[in-house]
């Protein structure tokens, strides 16, 4: 299980890189964070709406009223261009770090 | 259809939803929504907005779980214990309120230095005005005040006290009537997880 330190470190990327792929809400962000990492990496559900919102305080998403398939009212969640910018951001600090962790574990013998 | 976000305060409530309804005959799934709405109301005062969002989330859950075969009651309180408890939810609201090391912050900080000021105002007034016009007596008068703050300040602790620790006997013995429960929560959740992996 992964910690909860990097699990909220990451989590403002994550968001980003799963609305650059389309609109989504609450529920359906965590579902799909937990399925892509293999139930590794889990969010608790009430953590995920205070980032959200502060995303949308921030103008990195913005959000919008519709209803589910049952007719449910859903707040959905869509990146902004300023959210698209911050992504890039995001991807090239983590690149950094994943090929410096790389290089190390290719250097170490463990 | 959708609607525009806007502004809690601005949202005009819909009388067509489970909890602004009239009648006592809702089925169980909505009163028991219904109940934990109310009770997030009182722990946690959020924005109505942001309580639908949160019950969109929590009837999602529930019917996940049902498909996977738990029973109403037991989806219910998976689905809960899966979103957090209203304490888990307060703290992670608070950090992303605005106010939080913000408008709140420097408010807090502002109103703190006004006080020093008047306070050394009120000193510096003490020191300069009542020796002129009490003389000896000033000091003497000064000291019985001073004894009097320390004695009140001293018993406010004792009362406080008091009561603290009534309240922690009361809360160390809800606690543990609580953790057998969410102990057996635990182990729904833990089994519902199993049962959705083999399901894939």
Sequence with gaps: ?????????????????????????????????????????????GMLYPVLHRMERKGLIKSRWGESETGRKRKYYSVKKEGQRMLAQHRAQWAVVHAVLAGLCEQSPA | MPSSPGCASNHRPDTDEPWNRQDHNMNPLDQKVTDWRSQLAKTLPLPDETVRELEDHLREQIAELMREGLPLDAAFDVGLLRLGEAKELAGEFYRAQPGWFGIGWIKD????????????????????????????????????????????????????????????????????????????????????????????
Excluded: P
Aim: glycine share 6%.
């Design chain 2, 109 to 200: 900080r502002a109103s703190l230095l006004l006080f020093g000021v008047v306070v050394a105002g009120c000193a510096w007034t003490f020191w300069h005005y009542a020796g002129i016009l009490l003389g000896r007596d000033a000091w003497s008068l000064l000291l019985l005040f001073y004894i009097f703050m320390l004695w009140s300040d001293n018993r406010q602790l004792r009362r406080r006290i008091e009561i603290l620790t009534r309240e922690t006997i009361q809360k160390s013995t809800a606690r543990q009537e609580k953790r057998s429960r969410l102990g057996f929560l635990r182990l729904l959740n833990e089994r519902a997880e199993h049962g959705a992996k083999l399901v894939k």
């Design chain 1, 1 to 45: 299980m992964i910690k909860k330190e990097l699990v909220a470190a990451s989590a403002e990327a994550l968001v980003l890189s799963l609305l650059a792929k389309g609109e989504s809400y609450g529920y359906a962000i965590i579902q799909e964070v937990r399925a892509r990492s293999g139930d590794e990496l889990q969010w608790s559900d």
